[in-house]
Protein backbone atom coordinates (compact mmCIF):
# COMPACT_ATOMS: atom_id res chain seq x y z
CA UNK A 1 0.00 0.00 0.00
CA UNK A 2 1.34 3.24 -0.62
CA UNK A 3 2.66 5.73 2.23
CA UNK A 4 3.53 9.36 2.85
CA UNK A 5 7.34 9.28 4.13
CA UNK A 6 8.55 11.52 6.39
CA UNK A 7 12.69 12.38 7.63
CA UNK A 8 14.15 12.24 10.23
CA UNK A 9 11.67 9.97 12.18
CA UNK A 10 13.63 12.45 15.13
CA UNK A 11 14.82 15.72 14.95
CA UNK A 12 17.10 17.48 18.34
CA UNK A 13 17.70 20.80 17.46
CA UNK A 14 19.01 24.09 19.78
CA UNK A 15 16.65 26.91 20.22
CA UNK A 16 17.56 29.52 17.38
CA UNK A 17 18.56 27.38 14.63
CA UNK A 18 16.80 26.40 11.63
CA UNK A 19 15.53 22.60 10.80
CA UNK A 20 14.34 21.54 7.56
CA UNK A 21 11.58 18.76 8.22
CA UNK A 22 11.51 16.13 4.58
CA UNK A 23 8.03 14.56 3.43
CA UNK A 24 7.64 12.34 0.54
CA UNK A 25 3.86 12.61 -0.12
CA UNK A 26 2.13 9.78 -2.33
CA UNK A 27 3.25 9.63 -5.67
CA UNK A 28 -0.25 10.55 -7.58
CA UNK A 29 -1.60 13.04 -5.07
CA UNK A 30 -2.71 16.39 -5.23
CA UNK A 31 -3.42 17.88 -1.62
CA UNK A 32 -0.39 17.80 0.72
CA UNK A 33 -0.51 19.44 4.45
CA UNK A 34 1.87 19.80 7.42
CA UNK A 35 0.19 19.26 11.02
CA UNK A 36 1.32 18.90 14.04
CA UNK A 37 1.07 17.43 17.69
CA UNK A 38 2.38 18.72 20.84
CA UNK A 39 2.90 15.91 23.27
CA UNK A 40 -0.37 14.80 25.07
CA UNK A 41 -2.60 17.65 22.96
CA UNK A 42 -4.82 17.84 19.34
CA UNK A 43 -3.61 17.44 16.22
CA UNK A 44 -3.23 20.78 15.07
CA UNK A 45 -3.33 22.05 10.81
CA UNK A 46 -0.26 24.31 9.66
CA UNK A 47 -0.79 24.34 6.11
CA UNK A 48 -2.32 22.90 3.24
CA UNK A 49 -0.90 23.55 -0.28
CA UNK A 50 -2.25 22.37 -3.46
CA UNK A 51 -0.98 23.17 -7.26
CA UNK A 52 2.40 24.29 -5.98
CA UNK A 53 1.05 26.96 -3.91
CA UNK A 54 -0.18 27.53 -0.14
CA UNK A 55 -3.90 27.26 -0.29
CA UNK A 56 -4.67 27.60 3.75
CA UNK A 57 -2.86 28.38 6.73
CA UNK A 58 -3.46 28.27 10.45
CA UNK A 59 -2.55 30.79 12.72
CA UNK A 60 0.22 28.48 14.07
CA UNK A 61 1.90 29.16 10.62
CA UNK A 62 3.34 32.55 10.91
CA UNK A 63 6.72 33.72 9.35
CA UNK A 64 9.20 31.44 10.79
CA UNK A 65 7.21 28.90 8.97
CA UNK A 66 7.47 27.54 5.28
CA UNK A 67 6.62 25.02 2.34
CA UNK A 68 8.27 24.47 -0.53
CA UNK A 69 8.20 21.70 -2.87
CA UNK A 70 11.69 21.56 -4.59
CA UNK A 71 11.04 19.04 -6.99
CA UNK A 72 7.88 16.34 -8.25
CA UNK A 73 8.35 14.39 -5.26
CA UNK A 74 9.45 16.26 -2.30
CA UNK A 75 7.26 18.35 0.43
CA UNK A 76 9.26 20.58 2.94
CA UNK A 77 8.58 22.53 6.12
CA UNK A 78 10.92 24.50 6.89
CA UNK A 79 11.55 26.15 10.81
CA UNK A 80 13.68 29.22 10.24
CA UNK A 81 14.70 29.97 13.87
CA UNK A 82 13.14 27.38 16.10
CA UNK A 83 11.53 27.78 19.66
CA UNK A 84 10.97 25.46 22.68
CA UNK A 85 7.03 25.37 21.97
CA UNK A 86 7.91 24.09 18.07
CA UNK A 87 8.72 20.99 19.86
CA UNK A 88 6.14 18.10 18.99
CA UNK A 89 5.94 15.79 16.42
CA UNK A 90 5.19 17.25 12.75
CA UNK A 91 2.88 14.47 10.43
CA UNK A 92 2.92 15.12 6.94
CA UNK A 93 -0.32 14.61 5.22
CA UNK A 94 -1.47 13.39 1.59
CA UNK A 95 -4.94 13.57 -0.54
CA UNK A 96 -5.94 12.59 -3.84
CA UNK A 97 -9.16 14.05 -3.76
CA UNK A 98 -10.74 16.00 -1.01
CA UNK A 99 -11.35 12.97 1.83
CA UNK A 100 -9.10 9.76 2.23
CA UNK A 101 -5.65 11.72 3.73
CA UNK A 102 -3.26 9.60 4.04
CA UNK A 103 -0.36 10.30 6.87
CA UNK A 104 3.02 10.02 7.31
CA UNK A 105 5.06 8.25 10.28
CA UNK A 106 5.69 11.61 11.52
CA UNK A 107 8.94 13.66 12.64
CA UNK A 108 9.81 14.29 16.53
CA UNK A 109 11.18 17.42 16.52
CA UNK A 110 12.81 18.26 20.39
CA UNK A 111 13.85 21.91 20.44
CA UNK A 112 16.72 22.40 23.27
CA UNK B 1 -14.61 28.20 14.44
CA UNK B 2 -15.27 24.86 14.66
CA UNK B 3 -15.38 22.74 18.37
CA UNK B 4 -15.33 19.46 18.22
CA UNK B 5 -15.73 17.75 21.79
CA UNK B 6 -15.11 13.56 22.70
CA UNK B 7 -14.52 12.07 25.80
CA UNK B 8 -11.26 11.68 27.16
CA UNK B 9 -10.78 8.33 28.10
CA UNK B 10 -13.17 5.10 27.59
CA UNK B 11 -12.67 1.55 29.26
CA UNK B 12 -14.19 -1.49 27.91
CA UNK B 13 -13.15 -5.80 28.07
CA UNK B 14 -12.03 -7.82 25.15
CA UNK B 15 -15.12 -9.31 23.12
CA UNK B 16 -17.39 -6.39 24.11
CA UNK B 17 -18.78 -3.45 21.83
CA UNK B 18 -18.04 -0.11 22.48
CA UNK B 19 -19.58 3.77 21.64
CA UNK B 20 -17.06 6.43 21.17
CA UNK B 21 -19.38 9.68 20.72
CA UNK B 22 -18.18 13.25 19.10
CA UNK B 23 -19.93 16.28 19.25
CA UNK B 24 -19.16 19.36 17.13
CA UNK B 25 -20.21 23.19 16.23
CA UNK B 26 -18.61 24.53 12.77
CA UNK B 27 -19.55 27.19 10.96
CA UNK B 28 -19.85 24.93 7.58
CA UNK B 29 -19.28 20.84 7.56
CA UNK B 30 -17.81 18.61 4.96
CA UNK B 31 -17.47 15.52 6.19
CA UNK B 32 -16.08 13.84 9.38
CA UNK B 33 -13.68 11.66 9.95
CA UNK B 34 -12.22 9.18 12.72
CA UNK B 35 -9.13 7.80 13.02
CA UNK B 36 -6.97 5.83 15.30
CA UNK B 37 -3.56 7.11 16.79
CA UNK B 38 -1.67 4.43 18.78
CA UNK B 39 1.21 6.65 20.94
CA UNK B 40 3.46 7.49 18.86
CA UNK B 41 2.33 7.21 15.92
CA UNK B 42 0.86 8.70 13.32
CA UNK B 43 -3.50 8.56 12.61
CA UNK B 44 -4.68 6.06 10.20
CA UNK B 45 -7.57 6.60 8.81
CA UNK B 46 -11.03 4.45 9.95
CA UNK B 47 -14.09 6.26 8.39
CA UNK B 48 -15.57 9.30 6.77
CA UNK B 49 -19.37 10.26 6.96
CA UNK B 50 -20.59 13.52 4.93
CA UNK B 51 -24.29 12.36 4.78
CA UNK B 52 -26.41 11.05 7.67
CA UNK B 53 -26.57 7.61 8.74
CA UNK B 54 -24.30 4.17 9.01
CA UNK B 55 -21.56 3.54 7.29
CA UNK B 56 -20.09 -0.12 8.55
CA UNK B 57 -16.51 -1.22 7.54
CA UNK B 58 -15.81 -4.48 9.09
CA UNK B 59 -15.44 -4.59 12.98
CA UNK B 60 -15.94 -0.46 12.73
CA UNK B 61 -19.34 1.66 12.20
CA UNK B 62 -19.50 5.10 12.36
CA UNK B 63 -22.86 7.28 11.97
CA UNK B 64 -23.09 10.84 11.33
CA UNK B 65 -26.31 13.17 12.22
CA UNK B 66 -25.71 16.73 10.65
CA UNK B 67 -28.56 18.24 12.25
CA UNK B 68 -27.58 17.22 15.81
CA UNK B 69 -23.66 17.66 15.11
CA UNK B 70 -23.33 14.15 16.52
CA UNK B 71 -20.79 11.33 15.17
CA UNK B 72 -20.09 8.22 17.12
CA UNK B 73 -17.67 5.88 15.73
CA UNK B 74 -18.92 1.93 17.17
CA UNK B 75 -16.33 -0.64 17.88
CA UNK B 76 -17.44 -4.27 17.76
CA UNK B 77 -15.49 -7.55 19.06
CA UNK B 78 -12.90 -5.13 20.68
CA UNK B 79 -9.50 -6.42 20.63
CA UNK B 80 -6.26 -5.65 22.80
CA UNK B 81 -4.81 -4.25 19.77
CA UNK B 82 -7.93 -1.77 19.42
CA UNK B 83 -6.14 -0.03 22.86
CA UNK B 84 -5.08 3.51 21.28
CA UNK B 85 -6.88 7.20 20.87
CA UNK B 86 -9.66 7.99 18.64
CA UNK B 87 -9.61 10.91 16.81
CA UNK B 88 -12.96 12.96 15.52
CA UNK B 89 -11.72 15.29 13.17
CA UNK B 90 -13.96 17.87 10.89
CA UNK B 91 -13.80 19.42 7.83
CA UNK B 92 -15.38 22.99 7.49
CA UNK B 93 -16.99 23.90 4.08
CA UNK B 94 -13.73 26.22 3.12
CA UNK B 95 -10.88 24.55 2.10
CA UNK B 96 -9.67 20.97 2.68
CA UNK B 97 -8.19 21.00 6.43
CA UNK B 98 -9.35 18.91 8.96
CA UNK B 99 -10.21 19.86 12.69
CA UNK B 100 -9.43 17.33 15.12
CA UNK B 101 -10.60 16.77 18.60
CA UNK B 102 -8.57 16.12 21.56
CA UNK B 103 -9.34 12.17 20.99
CA UNK B 104 -10.72 9.74 22.99
CA UNK B 105 -8.26 7.18 24.77
CA UNK B 106 -9.78 3.61 24.32
CA UNK B 107 -8.54 1.11 26.81
CA UNK B 108 -9.47 -2.39 26.39
CA UNK B 109 -8.78 -5.27 29.04
CA UNK B 110 -8.68 -8.18 29.25
Known amino acids: EPEVTQTPSHQVTQMGQEVILRCVPI?????FYWYRQILGQKVEFLVSFYNNEISEKSEIFDDQFSVERPDGSNFTLKIRSTKLEDSAMYFC??????????FGSGTRLTVV | GQNIDQPTEMTATEGAIVQINCTYQTSGFNGLFWYQQHAGEAPTFLSYNVLDGLEEKGRFSSFLSRSKGYSYLLLKELQMKDSASYLCAVRGRDGNKLVFGAGTILRVKS
Open chain 1, 27 to 31: SNHLY
Open chain 1, 93 to 102: ASSLTDYGYT
